[in-house]
Protein backbone atom coordinates (compact mmCIF):
# COMPACT_ATOMS: atom_id res chain seq x y z
CA UNK A 1 0.00 0.00 0.00
CA UNK A 2 1.45 3.32 -0.60
CA UNK A 3 2.33 5.33 2.69
CA UNK A 4 1.35 8.78 0.84
CA UNK A 5 -2.06 7.47 0.00
CA UNK A 6 -3.01 6.74 3.42
CA UNK A 7 -5.14 3.98 1.97
CA UNK A 8 -7.50 6.92 0.65
CA UNK A 9 -9.99 5.43 -1.85
CA UNK A 10 -10.26 6.58 -5.63
CA UNK A 11 -13.24 9.15 -4.78
CA UNK A 12 -11.81 10.14 -1.50
CA UNK A 13 -8.22 11.14 -3.29
CA UNK A 14 -10.66 12.80 -5.87
CA UNK A 15 -12.54 14.56 -3.05
CA UNK A 16 -9.06 15.78 -2.01
CA UNK A 17 -7.36 17.15 -5.09
CA UNK A 18 -10.35 19.08 -5.22
CA UNK A 19 -10.25 20.52 -2.27
CA UNK A 20 -5.98 21.28 -2.77
CA UNK A 21 -7.16 23.17 -5.96
CA UNK A 22 -10.08 25.39 -4.28
CA UNK A 23 -7.71 25.85 -1.63
CA UNK A 24 -4.39 26.80 -4.37
CA UNK A 25 -7.53 29.30 -6.35
CA UNK A 26 -8.10 30.97 -2.96
CA UNK A 27 -4.60 31.84 -2.22
CA UNK A 28 -4.03 32.73 -5.81
CA UNK A 29 -7.07 35.39 -5.88
CA UNK A 30 -6.02 36.92 -2.82
CA UNK A 31 -2.63 37.26 -4.00
CA UNK A 32 -3.43 39.10 -7.12
CA UNK A 33 -5.83 41.36 -5.12
CA UNK A 34 -3.22 41.99 -2.92
CA UNK A 35 -0.77 42.43 -5.55
CA UNK A 36 -3.26 44.22 -7.60
CA UNK A 37 -4.13 46.70 -4.55
CA UNK A 38 -0.36 47.61 -4.16
CA UNK A 39 0.71 48.54 -7.33
CA UNK A 40 -2.07 50.74 -8.21
CA UNK A 41 -2.34 52.29 -5.01
CA UNK A 42 1.43 53.21 -5.55
CA UNK A 43 0.98 54.14 -8.94
CA UNK A 44 -2.23 56.11 -8.79
CA UNK A 45 -2.68 57.96 -4.93
CA UNK A 46 0.25 60.37 -4.27
CA UNK A 47 -1.27 61.84 -1.22
CA UNK A 48 -3.58 59.25 0.87
CA UNK A 49 -6.47 60.69 2.54
CA UNK A 50 -9.77 61.18 3.35
CA UNK A 51 -10.92 60.49 0.49
CA UNK A 52 -10.12 59.57 -3.36
CA UNK A 53 -10.19 62.73 -6.14
CA UNK A 54 -12.01 61.90 -9.58
CA UNK A 55 -8.78 61.71 -11.31
CA UNK A 56 -8.03 58.84 -8.64
CA UNK A 57 -10.56 56.95 -8.30
CA UNK A 58 -10.06 57.05 -12.76
CA UNK A 59 -6.59 55.60 -12.68
CA UNK A 60 -7.74 53.05 -9.99
CA UNK A 61 -10.28 51.89 -12.06
CA UNK A 62 -8.26 51.93 -15.36
CA UNK A 63 -4.98 50.62 -13.41
CA UNK A 64 -7.28 47.38 -12.22
CA UNK A 65 -8.96 46.53 -15.57
CA UNK A 66 -5.01 46.85 -17.14
CA UNK A 67 -3.89 44.45 -14.37
CA UNK A 68 -6.31 41.85 -14.56
CA UNK A 69 -6.54 42.01 -18.32
CA UNK A 70 -2.56 41.40 -17.73
CA UNK A 71 -3.48 38.64 -15.57
CA UNK A 72 -5.85 37.04 -17.43
CA UNK A 73 -3.62 36.80 -20.65
CA UNK A 74 -0.47 35.07 -18.59
CA UNK A 75 -3.14 32.87 -16.94
CA UNK A 76 -4.56 31.84 -20.15
CA UNK A 77 -0.80 31.26 -22.17
CA UNK A 78 0.24 29.56 -18.98
CA UNK A 79 -2.48 26.89 -18.75
CA UNK A 80 -2.11 27.12 -23.13
CA UNK A 81 1.54 25.75 -22.78
CA UNK A 82 1.00 23.28 -19.30
CA UNK A 83 -1.45 21.64 -22.15
CA UNK A 84 0.72 22.09 -25.28
CA UNK A 85 3.64 20.38 -22.97
CA UNK A 86 1.61 17.36 -21.50
CA UNK A 87 0.37 16.87 -25.46
CA UNK A 88 3.71 16.40 -26.79
CA UNK A 89 4.51 13.49 -23.48
Given amino acids: MDSLSGGLTSSQKDELMDQVKQQIAVANAQELLTKMTEKCFKKCIAKPGTS ?22 VSKTYSLRIQKERSIM
Fill in 52 to 73: LDSSEQKCIAMCMDRYMDSWNL
